[in-house]
Each structure stands twice: as structure tokens, then as C-alpha cells.
């Protein structure tokens, strides 16, 4: 695809955004209100600021599958401080119009700490190689749950099929498929600018099984916060999940596909609303989205601060002046 045409696509996205978020806000704000329907007591802003350091813990525990899985590709000098900071730093950067600024900046914050670009980029490979796969696995969860209220033509029967095989698809695929698997792992390298100077092949099926665990957890953390945002705000409690993380993880891959689209401002609140509402009904569920909205920038921006803080430490206890001695070594 030539630049052109992938700038046309990302002012596609970022109109598509725009276009959603302004549909969004009149529903929720214009036509319904439903800010003044919810329950602003004490207890629920103590909760929302609690939802926000459960979503700050979230992210906490994605760095450390980013710091698991440097080490197991041989990136064996990389300490979890360095690494969780730079991994927390960067996550403003999605916010930026194109939604790449948090993987430039985690490149570069990386190259600080005395981490290889080629390492940390193949990293990234693998995380989201794994993150989508585990989404989309959610994504059918939900889509044979929406059928089982009668609401789409599609029966258990093949839905969870189709689960199972996206879940041994996700954790066992770059195995079986090891020369495909290769290959787009390299193509992905030299797209940012990489040669390949690492070893390409998959990290260990242990280390695979329990970073595809740990996303599954993210996703039920988040299900978690949406659940507490429901309860609160809106007196309707739903222990269910696994349907709520899967209902995030719908609105994530639809954000995650829309170019250009700055943290899937308005297409994941849109698509909230929509999946949300055979849980809560149409006026909660845009509430909720709104909410979730507020509970995720407040969180990304004590991850900035706590990242920033890792930082400080990192530097103040010399993890890059030993990364880089150890890099030079082993050179």
C-alpha cells in the first residue's frame, strides 16, 4: 500500500472516529443524559477512582507479560523496572492521531534503558500477535453468548468450536505453523526499519500458555471495572465476567481495525453501547461506556505518572548503565 493511500486511511479512521464519537455524545448526553440518571454519591466516586487503579493494575500486569517475554527471547539483561517503565510511559501515546505514537515511543524510551531495537520490536510481535488472537477468541465467546439469548442466528454447537480453535490457535499456531510464523515475524522487523539480527523462533510453549493466560485476565480485570462501573452508578449488579470482558473485547477489535482511530475514541464507546446493552439495557450501557471512558484516561495517566516514577528508579539504581555494559559483553 503506498503513503498516500495510507494517509487517505487513516483520515478514514479518525473521520469514522469523530463521526461515532459525535453520534455517541448526543445519545448519551443529549438525547438520554444519562450522567443525571447515575448515582453520584460518595461511594461511587471512591469507586470510580478505585476502577481507575484496578485499570492502572491492568496495565501493570501487561508489562510484566512484555518483561516475561523479552527475557524468554533471550533478552536476558532486561530488568522488570526498566521495562515496566518504559511499557507504562509510553501507553499516552495512543491517544495521538494514527494510534502508533505508544509503540514509537516504547522503541525509543527502550533504546534508554540499553534494550536492542530488534529484540524489543519482535516483542511487540509477539504480544500482539497473541492480544488480537485472545480478543477475537472473546469476541466468538460473545457472539455465541449474544445467540444464545436469541438474538443471533448461531448455536453453541459452533461457536465453541470456533473457541477452542482460536484458543490452540493463539497459544500453539507460531509451532505449528514455525516457517509462516517466521516469516511474518521478519516481514514485521523490516517494515520499521529492522533487519533481522535475532532469533526469530517462537519462545517456549510454557511461556506462550501463560502470557495468553495473563491476557485472558486483563480482559476479565477490565470486564471487572465495567461491572463495578454498572453496580455503583446504576444499582445493576452483573458477576458475569467473562461476558463483560468479552463485550470490552468485541469493542477493542473493532477499535484495534479502524485506522487511525486515536485509543478507539468514539468506535469503542459505540460499540459498548451496543454490546452492553443486551446486559444492561440501551440507557445504562451508554452510561457506563461514558464512564469507562473517564475510568481508562484517568488510569492511563497514573500509568504515565507510575511509569514515570519507575523510570526515576531505574535511572537513580543505574539499569540502563548495567544493560548496556551487559549488551557490550555479550558483543
Known sequence: MSEAARKWLKLAGWGISLGLLSWFVYRAFIQSNVFEQADWGWSSLLGLALAALVYVLSQVVATGVSWWLLVGIGCTQA?????????????????????????????????????GTAPVIYAMFLETLWVVAVAISLFVFYL?????????????????????????????????????FVRVASAFLKKR??????????????????????????????????????????????????????AFAVAWVVGFLTPGSPA??????????????????????????????????????LTWVLGLMMWNLAQRVGDDRRVTESVSADV
Open 144 to 180: 455465541v453468548w449474544y445467540g444464545a439469548q436469541g438474538s443471533l442466528p448461531i448455536s453453541e454447537e459452533l461457536g465453541y468450536p470456533i473457541l477452542i480453535l482460536a484458543l490452540v490457535g493463539a497459544v500453539f499456531g507460531p509451532y505449528v505453523f514455525r516457517h509462516l
Open 193 to 246: 526499519g529492522v533487519e533481522k539480527a535475532i532469533s526469530l523462533e517462537p519462545p517456549s510453549a510454557l511461556r506462550a500458555v501463560l502470557s495468553v493466560a495473563v491476557y485472558y485476565l486483563i480482559y476479565l480485570i477490565l470486564g471487572l471495572i465495567l461491572a463495578l462501573l454498572g453496580w455503583l452508578f446504576y444499582n445493576q449488579l452483573s458477576l458475569d465476567l467473562f461476558v463483560l470482558g468479552s
Open 264 to 301: 478507539g475514541i468514539g468506535v469503542r464507546e459505540a460499540v459498548l453501547l451496543g454490546v452492553l446493552a443486551p446486559v444492561y439495557g440501551e440507557e445504562t450501557a451508554a452510561g457506563i461506556a461514558a464512564l469507562f471512558r473517564v475510568v481508562t484516561v484517568v488510569g492511563d495517566v
Open 79 to 115: 530488568r522488570f523496572r526498566s521495562v515496566a517503565a518504559v511499557g507504562l510511559m509510553s501507553q499516552l501515546g495512543k491517544y495521538l492521531p494514527g494510534n502508533v505514537a505508544h509503540h514509537v515511543g516504547r522503541v525509543v524510551l527502550s533504546r534508554h534503558v540499553g534494550l
